[in-house]
Nanobody, 123 residues
Framework: EQLVESGGGLVQAGGSLRLSCAAS????????MGWFRQAPGKEREFVAA????????SYADSVKGRFTISSDNAKNMVYLQMNSLTPEDTAVYYC?????????????????WGQGTQVTVSS
């Protein structure tokens, strides 16, 4: 299993970015894809997750209404559309995958991780 994130960068407060995660490896069976982030000096935190069927998703309270997670199973891609960004959203964003059909928000419950992509929001 390999996950590769892209789309990070520098953006001004109020701006938008779209992160992408390309997944390779086993594509069948039930799985959940998640996005996490880690700011300097802080623990990795849950951002959003979506089931393989796309019918269940969850967001951290801090991003609700601003971020949208989506997936394209035909392309083995997961996306995170981030709008109304603030400096507090600055972090390395990670894509993660776990097998199972339940949404989980704890990092230890995910089995595979990408290398991360840096998002920096300037004030």
């Amino acid at each position: 299993e390999q996950l590769v994130e892209s789309g990070g960068g520098l953006v001004q407060a109020g701006g938008s970015l779209r992160l992408s995660c390309a997944a390779s490896g086993r594509a069948f069976g039930s799985y959940t894809m998640g996005w996490f982030r880690q700011a300097p000096g802080k623990e990795r935190e849950f951002v959003a997750a979506i089931t393989w069927s796309g019918d269940k998703f969850s967001y951290a309270d801090s991003v609700k209404g601003r971020f949208t997670i989506s997936s394209d199973n035909a392309k083995n891609m997961v996306y995170l559309q981030m709008n109304s960004l603030t400096p507090e959203d600055t972090a390395v964003y990670y894509c993660a995958k776990r097998y199972g059909s339940s949404i989980r928000s704890e990092a230890y419950e995910y089995d595979y991780w990408g290398q991360g992509t840096q998002v920096t929001v300037s004030s």
